[in-house]
């Protein structure tokens, strides 16, 4: 028990450290945007798509009214941190957008995008040294629209990797007011992704710059390379035109009244608990999957690795607790399951 109360104070601590403030989400109202831009990789070839086409697009889409923030070849801690901050910006947002461009790989059933320093050994690694998109999807669904889009470029292995693949994977259900785009699929050669790749992001700048009256559904139809890529949901036909915000405030003119954002709790922050997840060392984890067993919820091996069995018998464990179906134990979870009997 000593073990599990250091988790948890620990968890507890950094959660309320990631949490961001009420008065920060008072100005997530709007558009909101965020770039992950990674061509440098310590460990991999180069990505395709270039770290300047991110920087275009933000500022096409800082343009058309949008809060954007770009991360430059990010590493691990920096695309985690950005993806902290679009969070709390998301939540309320009107239309909240993600464009991730460079590396990605898939294992059981969800997609990652690789970090600059991202160093893959095995299919497990991808839980700590990439970023999901399913994750990034329920990010972006606490906007009243949105949609993700990954320009997905492929790295090179001097050996295949079991358990990995290079098509996209994704959970149609992971976030319902959200549509993702991959401009890979099952229909791309793996010789030619990363030219789907560059074309989807050619078609991308083209629609921002070209065309003043897209909206979302347009920008999602470019994502997937115009259905030759994976498209994942229905865009909303939101206007992605130049908003009021984005034009200068006629003298005399009645302002809208502000709204204040209701803080989000650290049961829902689902990417601290994600980081916080990996401070659980494998005794817990077979521990908790023990517990999961014996309720009935889980009837996979008690193997201490956190894969799609274990993450679904941890919502079904939520379910019946009746909170927040987030498939990440918060600390309180954490000490029921891990308590002795």
Same mark, same amino acid.
Do not use: W
């Given at each position: 028990?000593?073990?599990?109360?250091?988790?948890? %104070?620990?968890?507890?601590?950094?959660?309320?450290?990631? %949490?961001?403030?009420?008065?920060?989400?008072?100005?997530?109202?709007?558009? %909101?945007?965020?770039?992950?831009?990674?061509?440098?990789?310590?460990?991999?070839?180069?990505?395709?798509?270039?770290?300047?086409?991110?920087?275009?697009?933000?500022? $096409?889409?800082?343009?058309?009214?949008?809060?954007?923030?770009?991360?430059?070849?990010?590493?691990?801690?920096?695309?985690?941190?950005?993806?902290?901050? $679009?969070?709390?910006?998301?939540?309320?947002?009107?239309?909240?957008?993600?464009?991730?461009?460079?590396?990605?790989?898939?294992?059981?059933?969800?997609?990652?995008?690789? =970090?600059?320093?991202?160093?893959?050994?095995?299919?497990?690694?991808?839980?700590?040294?990439?970023?999901?998109?399913?994750?990034?999807?329920?990010?972006?669904?606490?906007?009243?629209?949105?949609?993700?889009? $990954?320009?997905?470029?492929?790295?090179?292995?001097?050996?295949?990797?079991?358990?990995?693949?290079?098509? =996209?994977?994704?959970?149609?259900?992971?976030?319902?007011?959200?549509?993702?785009?991959?401009?890979?699929?099952?229909?791309?050669?793996?010789?030619?992704?990363?030219?789907?790749?560059?074309?989807?992001?050619?078609?991308?700048?083209?629609?921002?710059?070209?065309?003043?009256?897209?909206?979302?559904?347009?920008?999602?139809?470019?994502?997937?390379?115009?259905?030759?890529?994976?498209?994942?949901? %229905?865009?909303?036909?939101?206007?992605?035109?130049?908003?009021?915000?984005?034009?200068?405030?006629?003298?005399?003119?009645?302002?809208? =009244?502000?709204?204040?954002?209701?803080?989000?709790?650290?049961?829902?922050?689902?990417?601290?608990?994600?980081?916080?997840?990996?401070?659980?060392?494998?005794?817990?984890?077979?521990?908790?999957?023990?517990?999961?067993?014996?309720?009935?919820?889980?009837?996979?091996?008690?193997?201490?690795?956190?894969?799609?069995?274990?993450?679904?018998?941890?919502?079904?464990?939520?379910?019946?607790?009746?909170?927040?179906?987030?498939?990440?134990?918060?600390?309180?979870?954490?000490?029921?399951?891990?308590?002795?009997?």
């Amino acid at each position: 028990m000593r073990v599990v109360r250091a988790t948890v %104070v620990a968890l507890a601590l950094v959660l309320l450290l990631s %949490v961001p403030a009420a008065t920060d989400r008072a100005h997530a109202d709007g558009r %909101v945007a965020m770039i992950l831009a990674a061509e440098d990789y310590q460990n991999f070839k180069r990505s395709e798509i270039g770290v300047s086409k991110g920087e275009e697009v933000a500022e $096409f889409l800082r343009a058309r009214g949008f809060d954007t923030t770009i991360a430059a070849n990010p590493a691990n801690a920096a695309a985690r941190a950005a993806l902290r901050d $679009f969070a709390a910006k998301a939540s309320n947002a009107d239309v909240a957008v993600a464009i991730l461009m460079g590396h990605g790989l898939s294992s059981v059933g969800q997609t990652f995008f690789l =970090p600059s320093n991202a160093s893959i050994d095995r299919s497990t690694d991808l839980l700590s040294r990439g970023l999901s998109i399913t994750n990034i999807a329920q990010i972006v669904g606490r906007a009243q629209a949105g949609g993700v889009c $990954f320009l997905m470029t492929t790295p090179n292995f001097p050996k295949p990797i079991d358990g990995i693949d290079v098509k =996209p994977q994704f959970e149609t259900n992971a976030a319902r007011n959200v549509a993702v785009a991959f401009s890979n699929s099952a229909r791309i050669p793996i010789s030619r992704i990363d030219t789907a790749a560059g074309l989807a992001a050619n078609e991308v700048l083209s629609l921002l710059q070209k065309q003043p009256n897209i909206d979302l559904r347009q920008l999602i139809n470019a994502c997937g390379s115009q259905q030759q890529g994976s498209i994942y949901g %229905v865009a909303a036909a939101v206007s992605l035109a130049v908003s009021a915000k984005a034009q200068p405030e006629e003298s005399g003119k009645e302002k809208k =009244p502000t709204v204040t954002a209701t803080p989000i709790g650290p049961t829902e922050n689902s990417s601290a608990l994600e980081t916080l997840e990996r401070l659980l060392d494998p005794r817990q984890v077979k521990r908790i999957q023990t517990r999961l067993a014996e309720m009935g919820l889980y009837q996979g091996p008690i193997d201490a690795i956190i894969g799609v069995l274990t993450r679904n018998a941890i919502k079904e464990y939520q379910k019946r607790i009746g909170v927040a179906e987030t498939g990440f134990l918060t600390p309180e979870q954490l000490a029921a399951l891990t308590k002795a009997p």
